[in-house]
T-cell receptor, first 108, second 116 residues
Framework: AQTVTQSQPEMSVQEAETVTLSCTYD???????LFWYKQPPSRQMILVIR??????QNATENRFSVNFQKAAKSFSLKISDSQLGDTAMYFC?????FGTGTRLTIIP | NAGVTQTPKFQVLKTGQSMTLQCAQD?????MYWYRQDPGMGLRLIYY???????DKGEVPNGYNVSRLNKREFSLRLESAAPSQTSVYFC???????????????FGEGSRLTVL
């Protein structure tokens, strides 16, 4: 079975700092998609960033970037210049399989 | 565009009662999904429909049935609700294509179900 592991149940950082959320996954496939989703207190799930496994370049979306290490099956999310609106649950996903999430709190 | 719409948003049931969660998407997506979210367990896939006319079991299908009514609508039915089915349920859709998933998932706002 495919698994996605997020080993940090909770994290907190000061506003404007940089934070990295970890994710590892297990698969025998060579081509696939990886995603980070954000779930704010409103409960609405929103895509933050995605990575296609065959692309070696790490994806970037404004303040959000990933460190994709295919051989290590690692897919971490870096949030730069964190803002209060970044407070949310963050879920890593391999295709349709989700991790258990990391609750991120940005402290004013 | 409304995106993915789920109804109802909240529901309280007694053990043994039945109910159907409705989901509709207006993005002309091929694939639709039902997930449940429980504290500490992330999102777990219940059932999915890769394309109109097909449905498949996900990770936790027991106690549920689904119907892909047409390309837009995908319903989830609890025939005899149990307290273990207390959860937040999310419907999602994606463009789909040759594989089950081709692109990101677009989610509804979720439905909180409590079974007493």
């Amino acid at each position: 079975a495919q698994t996605v592991t997020q080993s940090q149940p909770e994290m907190s950082v000061q506003e404007a700092e940089t934070v990295t959320l970890s994710c590892t996954y297990d698969t025998s496939e060579s081509n696939y998609y990886l995603f980070w989703y954000k779930q704010p207190p409103s409960r609405q799930m929103i895509l933050v960033i995605r990575q296609e496994a065959y692309k070696q370049q790490n994806a970037t979306e404004n303040r959000f970037s990933v460190n994709f290490q295919k051989a290590a099956k690692s897919f971490s999310l870096k949030i730069s210049d964190s803002q209060l609106g970044d407070t949310a649950m963050y879920f890593c996903a391999w295709e349709l399989t989700f991790g258990t999430g990391t609750r991120l709190t940005i402290i004013p | 565009n409304a995106g993915v719409t789920q109804t109802p948003k909240f529901q309280v049931l007694k053990t043994g009662q039945s109910m159907t969660l409705q989901c509709a998407q207006d993005m002309n997506h091929n694939s639709m999904y039902w997930y449940r979210q429980d504290p500490g367990m992330g999102l777990r896939l219940i059932y999915y429909s890769a394309s109109e006319g097909t449905t498949d079991k996900g990770e936790v299908p027991n106690g549920y049935n689904v119907s892909r009514l047409n390309k837009r609508e995908f319903s989830l039915r609890l025939e005899s609700a149990a307290p273990s089915q207390t959860s937040v349920y999310f419907c999602a859709s994606s463009e789909g294509g040759q594989g089950v998933l081709a692109g990101e998932l677009f989610f509804g706002e979720g439905s909180r179900l409590t079974v007493l």
